[in-house]
């Protein structure tokens, strides 16, 4: 039952997300460098920031690489997340067929101050809904990564205003960012 209510609610919140307009976005955009600024502005001495290489219509916040040093996902096999330090050498695909580092060294939870996820949908409860892989929840069953702050990105008209279903391996995120609010 869980897993067709999650589809239900993909489907519902993938339509919705795939008409959120350019401005929109640019102002998600927006917030989510206002918020890394004041972050660091308040930890000082900020390590890498994880992002997220965009597709489908997400919120592209590739733009924090001017004043940040950032970190993408690659995914291997076995659902495992690991992140890399986005440096100058060409991106490759990973067993998702999404473009990231191909380092010889992944980055652990100490070297991260923050990861900021893309999100199909959030509720008030921060329980994230994304494409169903699992991949950062099974990062995040790791007490060290689960206390690395974990921010979703997402337009507010795809913010579910009742709670989205939960299953048991779902970790809620540390807070969201619309172009209408921080809610960290």
Request: with cysteine.
């Given at each position: ?34 918020y ?42 076995k ?59 099974k ?46």
């Open positions: 039952m869980i897993l067709e209510n999650k589809k239900l609610e993909r489907d519902k919140f993938i339509k919705l997300r795939d008409g959120i307009s350019f401005d929109q976005r640019e102002n998600v955009e927006k917030n989510v460098r206002i890394v600024d004041s972050f660091a502005k308040e930890y000082k001495n900020i390590g890498y920031i994880a992002i997220y290489w965009p597709l489908k219509n997400e919120v592209d916040i590739r733009s924090l690489k001017k004043k940040f040093s950032l970190a993408l996902p690659r995914c291997k096999d659902n495992e997340l690991l992140f890399y330090p986005w440096d100058e050498e060409p991106l490759t695909k990973d067993s998702e067929g999404i473009l990231s580092p191909n380092n010889s060294f992944s980055l652990s939870y100490k070297q991260i101050s923050m990861i900021l996820v893309p999100c199909l949908s959030v509720d008030k409860n921060l329980t994230r809904l994304g494409y169903g892989g699992g991949y950062f929840d990062l995040r069953t790791n007490n060290n990564w689960r206390n690395v702050p974990c921010i979703g990105v997402l337009a507010s008209n795809c913010v579910s205003t009742i709670p989205l279903t939960r299953a048991k391996w779902d970790i809620p995120l540390s807070g969201f960012i619309t172009e209408k609010e921080i809610f960290v």
